[in-house]
């Protein structure tokens, strides 16, 4: 017997966080079409259903992709990707009952993040689909979770580590513990998961990774604390606004939706050129360090996590949603008009016409969707 009483109320909770509703407020049929016609490319020419990988892929970076498939069919009521996620490898994985969660995601304790968002979104879908085995992807990701939860000490004040050798504190490990920690919450109601957010955010806080143009560098020294000034990459900037966004929804702490203006305003103030989203790395000519394939897909990340930050704070303030749709919609225009090739292949480099610096990845076309699906759901419609 695996439906149980605990299983059938997460079964219920999970159906009443949403990451997405398949509202018609915010859809617009054109970008929509957008979305999924990159969206099947991905699965026709990408992914590999003997595996449930990408064939040129990463673990991290496949969840990411499986999160935001799914993220896509939540938001427009689609099951165009149905069974994808019981086919996927973390799918697969979670559907087999021998498998050791607390080895599975590896030393990357962020990774292991990541893993846990995607589980959820398959478990969001099959759940609104009515499916079965919605709790044994619950199951694996509270499982994860607490893998990532036992990673915490009082080195540097508190903090989750980066791997499982701990000698390194840095952002995005501790920004996706704070965004699981208060998602957790809202879709659990488990007070666990809302003690970890406040302290998450509160050593966030208090760590100095937040540099005084409202960027969030890289990590800290080891030994000494302090912020080590390394790169203000794209995702570093978006994971905490799902963060944000997902304890706002929990306290109605308005003090947590400033911080997160306070970030994507410098993002969009820094991190950009001509309007558009620009990797530190990503450059039209093929010169410098290219990104490797880690950082071709950050700047979707970014486009996602303000997409759940929107969703999660909208109700209370939907002049934010009209704040930062201009925005979004750039983004994907860029990616429609400078980063897609004739093939639907998607390059990492957005802000320019590519002169031999754009690279063509799985990675880089899992961003561009995540832009795609971040504009379907909050961009401007023009055509509509
Ligand atoms: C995977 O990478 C190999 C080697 O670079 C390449 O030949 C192949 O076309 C790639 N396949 C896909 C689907 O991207
Ligand atoms: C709440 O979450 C914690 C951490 O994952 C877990 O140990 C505990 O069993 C959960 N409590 C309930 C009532 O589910
Ligand atoms: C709201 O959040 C801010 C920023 O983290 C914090 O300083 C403040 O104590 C919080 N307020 C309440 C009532 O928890
Ligand atoms: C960020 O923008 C501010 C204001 O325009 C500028 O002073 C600063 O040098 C910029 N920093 C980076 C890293 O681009």
Request: net charge negative.
């Given at each position: 017997m695996r439906m149980n009483l605990l299983h059938a109320s997460l079964l219920l909770s999970v159906v009443s966080l949403a990451i997405a509703e398949a509202t018609a407020d915010f859809e617009c049929p054109p970008t929509v079409s957008l979305a999924f016609t990159e969206a099947h490319h991905y699965d026709d020419v990408d992914y590999d259903p003997?595996?449930?990988?990408?064939?040129?892929?990463?673990?991290?970076?496949?969840?990411?992709?499986?999160?935001?498939?799914?993220?896509?069919?939540?938001?427009?009521?689609?099951?165009?990707?149905?069974?994808?996620?019981?086919?996927?490898?973390?799918?697969?994985?979670?559907?087999?009952?021998f498998t050791d969660w607390t080895t599975f995601t590896g030393p990357f304790i962020d990774d292991a993040g990541w893993a846990v968002l995607a589980l959820w979104a398959m478990a969001e879908y099959k759940s609104t689909r009515h499916q079965e085995n919605v709790d044994d992807f619950l199951a694996a990701a509270a499982t994860v979770y607490d893998l990532i939860a036992s990673n915490w000490d009082d080195t540097c004040g508190g903090g989750v580590w980066w791997t499982v050798d701990h000698t390194y504190k840095n952002a995005i490990t501790n920004e996706l513990f704070l965004t699981l920690s208060a998602q957790g919450y809202l879709r659990f109601k488990n007070d666990t998961y809302l003690e970890n957010a406040k302290k998450a955010w509160a050593w966030i806080e208090s760590s100095g990774m937040h540099n005084s143009q409202g960027l969030y560098n890289d990590g800290l020294v080891f030994g000494t604390c302090v912020n080590n000034g390394e790169t203000t990459w794209t995702y570093n900037q978006g994971v905490i606004l799902s963060g944000l966004g997902a304890l706002y929804a929990a306290t109605s702490n308005e003090t947590l939706i400033h911080e997160a203006e306070i970030t994507i305003d410098a993002t969009i103030l820094n991190l950009t050129s001509n309007g558009v989203l620009k990797e530190s790395c990503d450059d039209v000519k093929p010169e410098g360090t290219p990104c490797d394939s880690d950082q071709q897909i950050f700047k979707g990340i970014w486009l996602k996590h303000l997409q759940y930050f929107l969703t999660f704070v909208?109700?209370?303030?939907?002049?934010?949603?009209?704040?930062?749709?201009?925005?979004?919609?750039?983004?994907?225009?860029?990616?429609?008009?400078?980063?897609?090739?004739?093939?639907?292949?998607?390059?990492?480099?957005?802000?320019?016409?590519?002169?031999?610096?754009?690279?063509?990845?799985?990675?880089?076309?899992?961003?561009?969707?995540?832009?795609?699906?971040?504009n379907a759901e909050y961009g401007t419609c023009l055509d509509n």
């Open positions: 003997n595996t449930g990988s990408s064939i040129n892929g990463s673990f991290w970076t496949d969840s990411n992709t499986m999160e935001t498939l799914h993220l896509l069919m939540l938001q427009t009521g689609r099951s165009d990707f149905d069974g994808l996620a019981d086919n996927s490898f973390l799918g697969r994985n979670a559907l087999i009952p909208r109700s209370k303030h939907p002049e934010l949603v009209d704040k930062y749709k201009d925005f979004i919609t750039s983004q994907s225009e860029a990616v429609s008009r400078v980063a897609t090739d004739p093939h639907l292949d998607i390059g990492s480099v957005w802000y320019g016409v590519n002169e031999g610096g754009s690279i063509f990845s799985v990675q880089s076309l899992a961003s561009g969707i995540m832009a795609h699906v971040a």
